[in-house]
């Protein structure tokens, strides 16, 4: 947009941006602003809450690259998605967790969408409010996906709306959600972690010997788990870096779908609210200072709140038999909108409602 008119108050959004060769999509109000890297997944690589000059999306310690002036060394499936993850928030579609066969595809580690480029537009640019529209068609999978990125005029809401639809004429499996990832300044280990009420389980052998937080094979009820030495976890804190530890747990059957991370030395927050009957699983990932050799080496310091449709791969619930992936009929689309929020707030949160509205913690 050649001609765009370049306001500097209320909300303000452009396309013409270039981060490290990647086109960048950046959007922001009085509160906040967020870039969004259009040739690389449309990843959401920062959230900044200005007032606070706090950025809650976490970057991995190689970061942003432009990946077409890059070879990797090999064509490991986990290693290529990992090499260009930057951190931040993806949305993983079609495809989800290890790598996996694909209707005879080889998909490697999340989904094929995150390393692709996505066409941008901006669809909407008043002082009032701003939305970017992204889109790609995925090439081992049939699958045709857009996502929405909206803000307000005087709002620490940021709206995602995601919508899939599965080209082929046949059904087609999906395992979709939302993978953010928080971390350092933001993250420490005095930050609060609320959640409602929900079951957890921690796979019997996600994470290696030595380094969980979270006993494998074991479940419970939030906010109590058991670490491996048989000791209580409350799961609303956040293990110090000096612990080395790295997990993965899941939880499911929330009583409402929203979650929240509170820094109370700064004073604020991030939450995130969804809609449940579509992300009926949240992914909690943990590096903790674990995480030995590639490719975190023990260095880094993130967790992982990932509202998801399905189990990683659509595997089954432990004890089952029954596939979790979703799903899609010929020519099925399916759409889901998210909220991120940003808060102020230095004891936590008893609740974020569908609108994005925060109850804080007295």
Same mark, same amino acid.
């Given at each position: !947009?050649? *001609?765009?008119?370049?306001?500097? #108050?209320?909300?303000?959004?452009?396309?013409?941006?270039?981060?490290?060769? &990647?086109?960048?999509?950046? =959007?922001?109000?009085?509160?906040?602003?967020?870039?969004?890297?259009?040739?690389?997944?449309?990843?959401?690589?920062? !959230?900044?809450?200005?007032? +606070?000059?706090?950025?809650?999306?976490?970057?991995?310690?190689?970061?942003?690259?432009?990946?077409?002036?890059?070879?990797?060394?090999?064509?490991?499936?986990?290693?290529?998605?990992?090499?260009?993850?930057?951190?931040?928030?993806?949305?993983?579609?079609?495809?989800?967790?290890?790598?996996?066969?694909? @209707?005879?595809?080889?998909?490697?580690?999340?989904?094929?969408?995150? &390393?692709?480029?996505?066409?941008?537009?901006?669809?909407?640019?008043?002082?009032?409010?701003?939305?970017?529209?992204?889109?790609?068609?995925?090439?081992?999978?049939?699958?045709?996906?857009?996502?929405?990125?909206? =803000?307000?005029?005087? #709002?620490?809401?940021?709206?995602? $709306?995601?919508?899939?639809?599965? /080209?082929? $004429?046949?059904? @087609?499996?999906?395992?979709?959600?939302?993978?953010?990832?928080?971390? /350092?300044?933001?993250?420490?280990?005095?930050?609060?972690?609320?959640?409602?009420?929900?079951?957890?389980?921690?796979?019997?052998?996600?994470?290696? @010997?030595? +380094?969980?937080?979270?006993?494998?094979?074991?479940?419970? +009820?939030?906010?109590?788990?058991?670490?491996?030495?048989?000791?209580?976890?409350?799961?609303?804190?956040?293990?110090?870096?000096?612990?080395?530890?790295?997990?993965? !747990?899941?939880?499911?059957? =929330?009583? $409402?779908?929203? *979650?929240?991370?509170?820094?109370?030395?700064?004073?604020?927050?991030?939450?995130?609210?969804?809609?449940?009957?579509?992300?009926?699983?949240?992914?909690?990932?943990?590096?903790?200072?674990?995480?030995?050799?590639?490719?975190?080496?023990?260095?880094?310091?993130?967790?992982?709140?990932?509202?998801?449709?399905? =189990?990683?791969?659509?595997?089954? $619930?432990?004890?089952?038999?029954?596939?979790?992936?979703?799903?899609?009929?010929?020519?099925?689309?399916?759409?889901?909108?998210?909220?991120?929020?940003?808060?102020?707030?230095?004891?936590?949160?008893?609740?974020?409602?569908?609108?994005?509205?925060?109850?804080?913690?007295?």
């Amino acid at each position: !947009m050649h *001609y765009q008119n370049e306001r500097t #108050s209320g909300c303000r959004i452009s396309d013409a941006w270039t981060y490290r060769g &990647l086109k960048t999509v950046v =959007l922001e109000n009085e509160l906040l602003r967020v870039s969004v890297l259009a040739d690389k997944g449309a990843d959401i690589f920062e !959230m900044v809450h200005k007032p +606070s000059d706090t950025d809650f999306m976490w970057r991995t310690p190689w970061s942003v690259r432009d990946v077409s002036k890059w070879v990797p060394s090999t064509g490991w499936g986990e290693g290529v998605w990992h090499d260009a993850y930057i951190g931040g928030w993806q949305t993983i579609a079609p495809t989800g967790g290890q790598p996996q066969q694909y @209707a005879g595809a080889d998909i490697g580690q999340h989904t094929e969408a995150t &390393l692709m480029p996505w066409d941008a537009q901006i669809v909407e640019d008043t002082p009032e409010r701003i939305s970017a529209k992204f889109w790609v068609r995925t090439v081992r999978t049939p699958f045709w996906i857009e996502k929405t990125i909206s =803000l307000e005029s005087g #709002s620490a809401v940021l709206t995602v $709306e995601d919508s899939l639809t599965n /080209e082929a $004429e046949e059904p @087609a499996e999906v395992e979709w959600g939302q993978h953010v990832a928080l971390g /350092e300044p933001f993250l420490t280990a005095d930050c609060i972690f609320d959640l409602p009420g929900a079951s957890h389980f921690t796979p019997a052998d996600e994470i290696a @010997a030595g +380094s969980a937080r979270i006993k494998p094979g074991s479940s419970g +009820s939030w906010p109590n788990a058991e670490a491996p030495d048989g000791s209580p976890v409350d799961l609303r804190t956040f293990s110090p870096k000096s612990d080395r530890l790295a997990d993965y !747990m899941v939880f499911k059957d =929330l009583q $409402e779908s929203w *979650y929240s991370v509170t820094n109370p030395e700064r004073g604020v927050g991030f939450g995130l609210v969804w809609p449940g009957e579509t992300f009926k699983y949240l992914w909690y990932w943990q590096v903790f200072g674990g995480g030995s050799g590639y490719p975190w080496y023990n260095r880094t310091y993130n967790v992982g709140l990932e509202p998801f449709t399905s =189990l990683a791969s659509g595997v089954p $619930e432990p004890g089952s038999d029954k596939r979790t992936a979703v799903v899609f009929q010929p020519g099925e689309t399916r759409k889901a909108t998210v909220k991120a929020v940003v808060f102020e707030s230095s004891n936590g949160v008893e609740r974020i409602g569908v609108d994005g509205g925060v109850t804080v913690r007295s």
